[in-house]
């Protein structure tokens, strides 16, 4: 397992009864966890001196409680900012864990010796796109909600990354990469973290386990000659680090590199065991 145990301002204090209490910055969080199916006791006091609570309903959805917490805060992890606000579906705007995954493009960005350029598909509220920018490279975010890559926008201002060489797009990620083949483009590193299901801007309906392999065989025709990464990041149970694994290897066999996927995870502060949180799939030149 990959384990962001990098971080300063978050921690997941605890978890239990399918839910983990999580300190962001200064405000304690108590969110659910489809992954958390075992029942330890709630002894740490954070879970009765909580900010927020995010409560499930039993017919889908749910919603936030909020006690003493502000619309708005940020933190930080190593040099990038990251603004803050809980919104619908239990989420803040960020997913802590991904920063293992910075951690390692970042390393691979910075010793390259050339110019990187990066594409972030499904890139959320930006934190692949700032940690590959801060690295370096130059990169081209693409997400098909107006409202994430403003929030991304506001993450590079607030990380002093205003001026980097990004390239800001509302695009269907799959219709982009399309046009990008037509056009003659090509990119070093691909990075794509896919939601379980999802909706372009025209309606575009994106169901992961009916589109994910098509989609990694499709980016292989904007790839330069020489490819330093591609990075496929998965929420969905049934996708296996294997799975990941065997699609990568497939698609990607033409070019001299190894594919290596984990499941990624955080550390859980108060019994010092990991909370699993995914997987992610890396295929990295050699």
């Known amino acids: 397992m990959w384990i962001a145990d990098g971080w300063k301002e978050y921690e997941v204090i605890d978890c239990s009864r399918g839910e983990k209490l999580e300190r962001w910055g200064d405000y304690l969080l108590v969110r659910p966890d489809p992954q958390v199916i075992w029942d330890t006791p709630r002894k740490e006091k954070g879970w009765k001196h909580k900010n927020g609570h ?27 900012t990251f603004n803050l606000k809980p919104f619908n579906f239990k989420h803040t705007g960020l997913f802590p864990e991904q920063a293992v995954n910075w951690d390692w493009f970042s390393r691979k960005i910075q010793t390259a010796g050339r110019e990187i350029k990066v594409l972030n598909l499904f890139a959320y509220t930006g934190g692949a796109t700032l940690a590959a920018a801060a690295a370096g490279a130059k990169v081209t975010h693409v997400d098909a909600s107006k409202g994430m890559v403003t929030w991304a926008k506001e993450n590079a201002v607030s990380s002093g990354l205003k001026d980097a060489p990004i390239r ?9 990469v399309e046009r990008e083949i037509r056009r003659g483009n090509h990119y070093d590193a691909i990075i794509m973290d896919p939601p379980s299901y999802g909706r372009g801007p025209k309606g575009e309906i994106w169901k992961i386990e009916d589109s994910i392999h098509a989609f990694i065989r499709l980016c292989t025709n904007i790839l330069s000659d020489e490819p330093l990464f591609f990075l496929v990041n998965s929420y969905t149970t049934g996708l296996a680090p294997a799975v990941l694994t065997y699609m990568l290897s497939t698609e ?12 990624i995870g955080l550390p859980v502060s108060s019994t010092g065991l990991i909370l699993p949180c995914g997987a992610s799939g890396r295929w990295e030149a050699n």
């Open 54 to 80: 995010y409560h499930r309903s039993r017919k889908g959805g749910g919603e936030w409680e909020f006690f003493n917490l502000p619309e708005q805060w940020s933190i930080h992890y190593k040099t990038l």
């Open 168 to 176: 800001w797009l509302v695009d269907d990620c799959v219709k982009f």
């Open 252 to 263: 990607l066999k033409s070019y001299k590199g190894t594919v290596e996927s984990q499941e």
